[in-house]
């Protein structure tokens, strides 16, 4: 199936303003939203606002966290563009290659410890209560 974009001089009204935002954000408009854009334009823009209020947000989590997070899920549910995309902004929000590493490093650890728990059935005995304040 070929994926349809809506391209930045295609953009008219509402959409040709949600491209605007996006780049001043991005230095881009990448093809993700110009994908969904192409389907339907709140759609694009509906996404645009859950970026803008949890990773464009300053929050408890600074935005390379965020981006290394984004990017280990994106590995996890076999996204390339999201795997690439999510590793190229945490870089520009400063991850450097060993961050990356560590980043990956932790992730194949935890899968392979995920598999032998579940595989396992171990019951957990390790919970948010043990912790006191």
């Given at each position: 199936?070929e ?82 995309a ?24 935890f ?16 919970t ?6």
């Open positions: 199936m994926c349809k974009m809506l391209e930045e001089e295609q953009a008219t009204g509402k959409t040709a303003e949600l491209y605007d935002e996006i780049r001043s954000k991005f230095g881009m408009v990448p093809n993700f939203f110009k994908a969904q854009a192409a389907v339907d334009p709140d759609w694009a823009l509906n996404n645009w606002v859950r970026v803008k209020q949890i990773m464009l947000k300053e929050g408890a989590l600074d935005r390379k966290t965020k981006e290394l997070i984004a990017m280990v899920v994106a590995v996890m549910t076999n996204c390339q563009y999201c795997h690439l999510h590793k190229t902004m945490a870089m520009m929000a400063g991850a450097t290659e060993e961050e990356l590493n560590e980043t990956a490093m932790i992730m194949e650890l899968t392979s410890f995920s598999s032998i728990a579940s595989s396992l059935e171990v019951p957990c005995d390790v948010p209560a043990m912790v006191k304040s």
